[in-house]
């Protein structure tokens, strides 16, 4: 378990509070939070870069917020990688081994394997200046893992890359993460790569943090508006609670003229009647409802009618811009391709959509 | 096309300039003293005593600069404003103001016990190296300074998460990879010291056989109305400079003058 408890850093105007951050033995750990919130200041303050005004960093019971950064056994990838241009990619890879005064010959086989995983064997004479920006990025990594550091720390590891290559090296970090289960914080503001790389995930805005939890228990219950809309949130609506149903464990919501039924397991909380609460909907899990098929029981409670307004292609599915004729409610819905050519819609044509149970989630 | 020509004109009338200036000199060469000058032990003893006394007082400077400069570049620190400026004194001061300086700190009580129980330093060989370390020391931080800057403090950082204490990061990264620049840069503060003359004159006199540098010894040949052996001396001299912009040139830097 490595803990970083009380985390309070005062840099110029720039102000975190009690930051704790906690990450499990061999967990991908993410640390997202908007661009300018002090993302990097928490990593060198973690590295032992930067003397915070207070903090306890503990790592597997030992703690290491007074030793040296050279002490820490926390390695550490920059957003600008920093290989170093006089070494070549050999050297490089193999800076920490020497620096620690390691044995070569016990590191020898998994720096082989770490090689063969980042396909870097024909690049070792090489140096840094005449890499391609993937090929910089793999060596940075392995550079960083080589001395089998306790805790693996990236700076937006993904920024900065093609699409395509961004994508590999996508792939490529969760292979290393399954195949040698370096613990590891990454921090960035790209949630998308948190979704695809995290088990855990720590967000944190204006240095709080806002909600710590498993990847899918934040993306799909976050806790709050400012959570749901950094993450990229649409169909984010201001409701108020009208009606409890306490003998269908169900809670009746208003939008603007539009009634919905929500279960209380999906509400945060136990909201009384008149609550003002924030209503998210997936727009990923809004079901188009095809005429003359039957509708499942589970969907049967919140069909609304309403109108297309527009649709968009996305490349890889399409968004759907709906609005309900009860309260002219616009939702947004996103559907795969293959979806939406069985579906065979237009704009302007008027259709029923279903929202299921696990798209909605009540806020307080 | 006015303007492109006006701006070319005067680049080329400054290089017009100089080139006629050190041309010029050429006209005085192979009279009846030059061949002698040339071999005179004066003379000699002059570039042996410019080419030493430079050395020491840059091998000095760079000792206590390089660690200044890196801790300006690197470093935040109370007063770092006010250690920066002071690096300019020599280059505002007049070199004769600055030697003069040091006449009157070595007759104060503290000067005249380092003078009396350590080295003495007035109108002695010391007192050259004392003079021209005055005078390049801040420049040669401030150059040096430029270098390190040049170098992202990331690299510092990586090594140290790789296990090198900062001592070994700063050897084993930085400085390999600001060598160059610092290696111009302390080429060219030696160039300097060899051509100071008024703080040098100043403290340390114009004693031939004793505190004669080259630049000292134009003076007083000139003085003396011994022509041959200041064009000796300044060609000599001229050789020097060339050989150090040659010397900048091979190590890649192109140095701005800031």
Request: some cysteine; overall charge positive; charged content about 20%.
């Amino acid at each position: 378990m490595i803990k970083i408890e009380g985390l309070t850093i005062l840099f110029d105007s720039f102000k975190i509070e009690n930051l704790n951050v906690q990450i499990e033995e061999e967990e991908f750990h993410f640390l997202l939070g908007p661009t300018g919130s002090g993302k990097t200041l928490i990593l060198e303050s973690i590295m032992g870069l930067r003397q915070p005004r207070r903090a306890r960093i503990l790592l597997s019971d030992r703690e290491v917020q007074k030793l040296p950064p050279e002490q820490r056994e926390i390695s550490y990838v920059p957003q600008d990688l920093a290989l170093f241009p006089h070494l070549t990619v050999r050297e490089n890879i193999l800076f920490g081994i020497k620096a620690r005064n390691l044995d070569l010959k016990l590191h020898e086989n998994d720096i082989g394997s770490l090689v063969e995983v980042m396909r870097i064997g024909h690049l070792l004479e090489r140096y840094p200046a005449n890499l391609s920006g993937g090929e910089k990025k793999r060596v940075a990594l392995l550079r960083a893992l080589a001395p089998k550091p306790k805790l693996l720390l990236l700076d937006e590891p993904l920024s900065g890359l093609d699409p395509a290559i961004k994508a590999d090296i996508q792939h490529l970090l969760k292979t290393l993460h399954s195949s040698f289960r370096t613990t590891t914080l990454c921090v960035t503001h790209d949630f998308e790569e948190a979704y695809f790389l995290a088990d855990g995930i720590t967000i944190c805005i204006d240095g709080k943090v806002e909600q710590v939890g498993k990847r899918d228990e934040v993306f799909l219950k976050p806790k709050s508006r400012k959570v749901a809309q950094f993450l990229g949130a649409r169909n984010l609506y201001k409701a108020k609670v009208v009606r409890r149903e306490e003998s269908f464990q169900r809670v009746m919501l208003r939008v603007n003229g539009l009634q919905l039924s929500v279960p209380m397991g999906l509400c945060q909380g136990k909201f009384e009647m008149g609550t003002e609460v924030d209503l998210f909907v997936r727009p990923e899990e809004v079901m188009i409802i095809r005429q003359g098929k039957p509708v499942k029981d589970s969907l049967r409670q919140n069909i609304f009618e309403g109108e297309i307004l527009d649709i968009i292609d996305r490349g890889r599915y399409h968004n759907i811009d709906f609005q309900t004729t009860e309260g002219k409610i616009l939702f947004e819905i996103s559907i795969p391709n293959y979806a939406f050519r069985n579906l065979n819609i237009s704009a302007g044509e008027k259709i029923k959509v279903a929202l299921r149970e696990e798209s909605l989630w009540v806020m307080p | 096309m006015g303007f492109r020509y006006t701006m070319l004109g005067a680049a080329f009338c400054i290089f017009l300039f100089y080139l006629g200036l050190i041309l010029s000199l050429f006209y005085f060469i192979g009279g009846k003293g030059f061949w002698e000058a040339f071999t005179q032990s004066s003379t000699l003893f002059s570039i042996r005593l410019s080419l030493v006394a430079a050395t020491t007082a840059t091998f000095f400077a760079v000792m206590i600069g390089l660690p200044s400069a890196y801790a300006l570049s690197r470093f935040e620190f109370p007063g770092k404003r006010i250690v920066d400026t002071f690096l300019e004194i020599p280059i505002i001061m007049s070199p004769v103001a600055l030697g003069a300086s040091f006449l009157v700190f070595f007759n104060t009580p503290v000067g005249e016990l380092i003078q009396n129980k350590g080295i003495f330093f007035v109108f002695e060989i010391p007192g050259v190296i004392l003079a021209q370390f005055a005078t390049i020391a801040g420049l040669a931080t401030r150059l040096m300074k430029a270098s390190l800057d040049e170098i992202s403090p990331r690299y510092e950082s990586v090594a140290r998460s790789l296990g090198s204490s900062s001592w070994q990061a700063f050897y084993r990264v930085t400085l390999p990879l600001a060598f160059k620049g610092l290696l111009a840069s302390v080429i060219l503060s030696w160039a300097k010291a060899v051509g100071e003359f008024g703080a040098t004159v100043t403290l340390a006199g114009a004693m031939p056989g004793k505190t004669e540098t080259m630049p000292i010894a134009i003076f007083t040949a000139i003085a003396s109305a011994n022509i041959d052996k200041a064009i000796v001396l300044i060609l000599i001299l001229v050789v020097f400079g060339l050989l150090t912009l040659y010397s900048i040139r091979l190590t890649g830097k192109r140095y701005r003058y800031d």
